[in-house]
């Protein structure tokens, strides 16, 4: 087994957020990916989730190690070896976060929803997670004029009894109305 193996084994588990698998919201999205995403991210989203009585389980909260690694290590095979293990980490987090949550907000926008954003879409309507989708990008981003996002995506949040909608104000509106008692 390679350091990088025995490092993957020890990763010690999320530990869920004590409410979070009533009143929970993951909060799914590439907002982290920017310094403006994370600006809107930690400015305006944030706030409002945690107004509306919900708790928010954010993704975005702890990148440190990716962060670290990239800002530490030149290119190389070195870097690209830390990453892999930091990478398989933080995804087991995530997936661990969504699965303590009750339900998820997800930031549809881009010419396309972001994949890891879809995948996480996916992960939560297995899970039967209530899912609202966020769309406030104007442009045009469906597989035809009876969708709004791609099918696939907006079926996983309209069989799980969300919505989608371009309110964030909506969205954590619903959110609220099914998740606080």
């Given amino acids: ?3 990088s193996e025995s490092e993957i084994k020890m990763f010690e588990a999320y530990k869920p957020i004590d409410g979070a698998n009533e ?8 907002s982290g990916f920017s310094d403006s995403g994370l600006l809107w991210h930690n400015t305006v989203l944030m706030p409002k989730v945690v107004a509306a009585g919900l708790i928010a389980v954010d993704p975005w909260d702890d990148q440190s190690a990716i ?3 990239m800002g530490r ?3 190389g095979e070195e870097r690209r070896n830390e990453l892999v293990v930091a990478n398989l980490i933080q995804g087991r987090q995530d997936l661990a976060m969504v699965d303590s949550a009750a339900g998820m907000l997800a930031c549809l926008d881009g010419q396309d929803v972001d994949s890891g954003t879809a995948l996480e879409i ?7 997670k209530l899912i609202v989708g966020l769309r406030t ?3 045009i ?3 035809n004029e009876g969708s ?3 099918l696939m995506i907006e079926t996983c949040a309209l069989d799980s009894g969300g919505i989608i909608t371009s309110s964030v104000d909506e969205a954590v509106e619903f959110l609220a109305s099914k998740l606080v008692n």
């Fill in 1 to 3: 087994m390679t350091n």
């Fill in 23 to 30: 009143r929970g919201v993951y909060l799914a999205g590439p």
């Fill in 67 to 69: 962060a670290e690694i």
């Fill in 73 to 75: 290590l030149p290119w």
């Fill in 122 to 128: 996916g992960y939560a309507h297995k899970g039967g």
């Fill in 137 to 139: 990008d104007i442009r």
């Fill in 141 to 143: 981003s469906s597989d």
């Fill in 148 to 150: 709004q996002v791609n």
